[in-house]
């Protein structure tokens, strides 16, 4: 186990000849090494565990692309107020956003569309009308009284066993095409990959989002260069995460903002 702020004192000499497998001390201090760090670890877990998360509504602007404010909000796509919210979902397989490998119902932003909608979600999954077959849309006009946002577009992620974080890339440049075809100004997006289960690399995830939103955004500049669009600006995206996600996604955002504008300048 490697222990971060241990390492500088791991590390030094005399500690790497005592810890070596050839040290005649090694054989004992092994009872009192493993001790020592069993204490170590439990002190981590109960750090962990007390550690505040961020309230649901935390928000915060990591950076900005092309006059695009690119924010983290701690919140339920059931529960964005936005012109247009964006989830992604698998195939379908029977309980997949229920079982015990999703998040529980109170984290779960897919059930939590799904029941607000009145079970339409799993509806339309279930029955093949929507499929989630990979980049597979559909655009539903959310009834008032139901969910806050204003629109609601599906993305397909495919089959989950195929799934990979380079998905998003796509996902994310789909989502602003959609966008800007519709004429919003901001919306926001939800990947929704842990809800159905899958335990995904949150940051990579959300940097790839990101990404591919940025791309599709910088080719509808280069059309309008030509006179070729006539596409409203975005003004902003908000990336949605549930409280023990908001920091590493905002972080990955953030460093890919960072390198972005280092490559640009």
């Known amino acids: 186990m490697e222990i971060p702020?241990?390492?500088?004192?791991?590390?030094?000499?005399?500690?790497?000849k005592i810890l070596s497998p050839t040290s005649r001390y090694r054989s004992a201090l092994k009872p009192a090494i493993a001790l020592f760090f069993a204490v170590l670890l439990n002190f981590d877990i109960a750090l962990a565990q007390t550690t505040k998360l961020p309230a649901v509504g935390t928000s915060a602007v990591v950076g900005s692309i092309?006059?695009?404010?690119?924010?983290?909000?701690?919140?339920?796509?059931?529960?964005?107020?936005?012109?247009?919210?964006?989830?992604c979902v698998f195939e379908y397989t029977e309980?997949?956003?229920?079982?015990?490998?999703?998040?529980?119902?109170?984290?779960?932003?897919?059930?939590?569309?799904?029941?607000?909608?009145?079970?339409?979600l799993t509806d339309l999954r279930k029955s093949g009308k929507f499929?989630?077959?990979?980049?597979?849309?559909?655009?539903?006009?959310?009834?008032?009284?139901?969910i806050a946002a204003e629109k609601l577009l599906l993305i397909g992620l495919g089959n989950r066993n195929n799934f990979t974080p380079d998905l998003m890339t796509n996902i994310g440049?789909?989502?602003?095409?959609?966008?800007?075809?519709l004429g919003v100004s901001s919306y926001s997006h939800a990947s929704d990959l842990k809800d159905a289960g899958i335990d995904s690399p949150t940051g990579?995830?959300?940097?790839?989002?990101?990404?591919?939103?940025?791309?599709?955004?910088?080719?509808?500049?280069?059309?309008?260069?030509?006179?070729?669009?006539?596409?409203?600006?975005?003004?902003?995206?908000?990336?949605?995460?549930?409280?023990?996600?908001?920091?590493?996604?905002?972080?990955?955002?953030?460093?890919?903002?960072?390198?972005y504008h280092a490559a640009v300048n």
């Not at 006059?67 to 964006?86: C, E, F, K, W």
């Not at 499929?131 to 139901?146: D, F, N, S």
């Not at 059309?223 to 908000?238: E, G, V, W």
């Open 173 to 181: 440049r789909v989502g602003m095409r959609e966008a800007l075809r």
């Open 5 to 16: 702020y241990l390492q500088p004192y791991l590390n030094t000499p005399a500690m790497i």
């Open 95 to 120: 309980g997949d956003i229920t079982s015990p490998q999703a998040l529980p119902a109170a984290a779960n932003g897919l059930l939590h569309i799904d029941q607000a909608l009145n079970g339409l």
């Open 131 to 146: 499929t989630g077959h990979t980049l597979e849309t559909l655009l539903i006009t959310t009834p008032k009284g139901t």
């Open 66 to 87: 092309d006059h695009i404010d690119i924010a983290t909000t701690v919140q339920s796509p059931s529960g964005q107020v936005t012109p247009l919210q964006i989830i």
């Open 204 to 259: 990579t995830v959300a940097s790839n989002v990101i990404k591919g939103a940025v791309e599709a955004y910088e080719t509808e500049l280069y059309l309008k260069s030509k006179n070729l669009s006539n596409a409203k600006p975005i003004s902003k995206i908000t990336l949605l995460t549930g409280p023990p996600f908001f920091a590493p996604s905002g972080e990955a955002v953030k460093a890919f903002i960072q390198t």
